[in-house]
């Protein structure tokens, strides 16, 4: 589909921006006791035993959505935990389409992790709301209620700017295993201009930014077979070769002496930084102290030629995540084992295609390996990078939306880990945006998980403007 291209430009918005606050002040109480009521629901997908709880979650979202005034809510089932489908189309034919992802399943969390209250009975305490889930995910996938409520009320609409569409899947905290062949399965039905993620934060309570991009995922193990059995090191050592030496070598050979990736072809295709991306990077406020020691690391190391940011956030990476082989007990034995073992994985940027990436693997590999090592090679799955060019109409309109509810200008961020979103893009072939109002401060996955209230309901009022600006300024030629 095509859209026009957007024209940048300053509005005067001050009468909306106190519609919408004065809106969002209007109900925050009542949608402060919904959410709270969706918090109680212990939706977490990894335990069988609460399995009822997250259909239960799903129903609970459909239901409500509908009261919001989606006039089509469905829940979707898959081999797993059902997500939630929800549409409201635009009265307007130009309009764009969206897609909101997000998810309503929840980590595990028990009082004795270390929580001060249950994690499933909600409280605020010094204006943040303790709960699991409420800022990952149901939080934030929550302020997309109110949010299309205050657009509508305070434009006069009936119907909002964009056609919209929510998928709230219920598997993310388990791998989302299914969701690929979900929306494969519904691909007709999601089709969308843009996919909005609404599971990732900003940089800080007081730097607001948005993502722009995620790295993708190839992750294999390479299992090296020396002798048949385990030998003695006395009677064949130095004659025949050892496939802990080789699974060594394997991994050592894995980088240059710049800590880039030796693999040949490994770089084909990426994007690089450009120097305007690399200016907005180095302008966060980024202490790499202090980032150290949230890594629990004493030192950084990295490619040569880039900085932190931008090797956590742009730079492809090879990584070894286990290596084993050989005699681990105590004491000794003088053994050549018979087999040993590396997992790796690799994080990919956007131009990188995981396919090639594993052949380039499988390629160099084998050429690694001496005569007399046997290797196979597994692949467990892939994740495509993305990336939204940074003037992109749709991530314009989000920049300014949070620019309007902050007041104040908003930066850019990437994402290292990798996630769902991607296969939104290649399922739909739409770019992806990600849009969060979540703090590194919320103990996603920890005990005491918190969101904080205040920018809870910025992220209504972000979506309140976002949908306005988006039908303005995205909307597709007559
Ligand atoms: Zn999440």
């Not at 935990?81 to 969390?109: I, K, L, N």
């Not at 090296?224 to 496939?243: E, K, M, R, T, Y």
């Not at 690694?368 to 090679?377: D, F, K, N, T, W």
């Amino acid at each position: 589909m095509r859209a026009d291209r957007l024209v940048t430009m300053s509005q005067p918005v001050d009468s909306a921006v106190s519609a919408v606050r004065t809106y969002i002040a209007q109900h925050r109480a009542a949608f402060l006791d919904d959410l709270a009521e969706w918090l109680r629901i212990p939706s977490v997908s990894a335990q069988p035993d609460h399995a009822p709880d997250v259909r239960r979650s799903a129903d609970w979202l459909a239901a409500k959505l509908r009261e919001t005034g989606f006039p089509t809510t469905e829940v979707w089932e898959t081999p797993g935990a059902p997500a939630v489908f929800a549409e409201w189309p635009s009265d307007d034919p130009r309009a764009p389409t969206v897609v909101v992802y997000g998810h309503h399943d929840v980590q595990p969390a028990a009082r004795e992790d270390g929580w001060d209250s249950d994690p499933f009975e909600p409280v605020v305490r010094e204006n943040r709301l303790y709960a699991r889930g409420a800022a990952d995910d149901k939080g934030q996938v929550f302020f997309h209620t109110l949010g299309v409520r205050a657009h509508l009320a305070t434009t006069g609409r009936t119907a909002p700017a964009v056609h919209l569409k929510l998928l709230i899947e219920g598997e993310e905290e388990s791998g989302s295993p299914h969701f690929r062949a979900l929306a494969e399965q519904h691909s007709a039905r999601l089709a969308a201009d843009a996919v909005i993620v609404s599971d990732t934060g900003m940089w800080s309570e007081d730097v607001p930014t948005v993502c722009t991009g995620m790295r993708g995922l190839v992750e294999c193990e390479i299992r090296l077979f020396g002798p048949d059995q385990d030998i003695h090191s006395g009677s064949f050592g130095g004659a025949v070769p050892n496939p802990a030496t080789a699974a060594a070598r394997l991994v050592a050979a894995l980088h240059d002496e710049h800590a880039r990736v030796a693999i040949p072809g490994f770089y084909d295709g990426i994007v690089e930084l450009t120097d305007r991306e690399r200016a907005l990077f180095a302008e966060l406020p980024f202490d790499e102290q202090q980032w150290l020691s949230t890594a629990k690391s004493y030192g950084t190391h990295g490619e040569a030629g880039h900085t932190t940011l931008e090797r956590i956030w742009a730079r492809p990476t090879a990584e070894v995540n286990g290596i084993s082989g050989g005699y681990q007990g105590p004491g000794s034995k003088t053994i050549i084992p018979s087999s040993a073992m590396v997992k790796l994985s690799f994080r990919l940027v956007a131009g990188q295609d995981p396919d090639h990436v594993e052949k380039a693997v499988r390629e160099w590999a084998a050429e690694q390996l001496s005569a007399g090592i046997r290797h196979e090679i597994t692949f467990t799955g892939s994740t495509r990078p993305c990336l939204t060019p940074l003037d992109h109409p749709a991530l314009q309109s989000v920049v300014r939306a949070m620019g309007r509810a902050f007041d104040q200008p908003v930066r850019f961020t990437r994402e290292g880990g990798s996630g769902p979103a991607a296969d939104l893009q290649e399922v739909l072939g739409t770019p992806v945006l990600f849009l969060g109002i979540s703090v590194p401060s919320d103990g996603w996955h920890a005990p005491n998980e918190k969101v904080e209230l205040d920018l809870l309901l910025k992220g209504v009022e972000i979506t309140a403007y976002l949908w306005a600006d988006l039908g303005e300024y995205w909307r597709h030629a007559p």
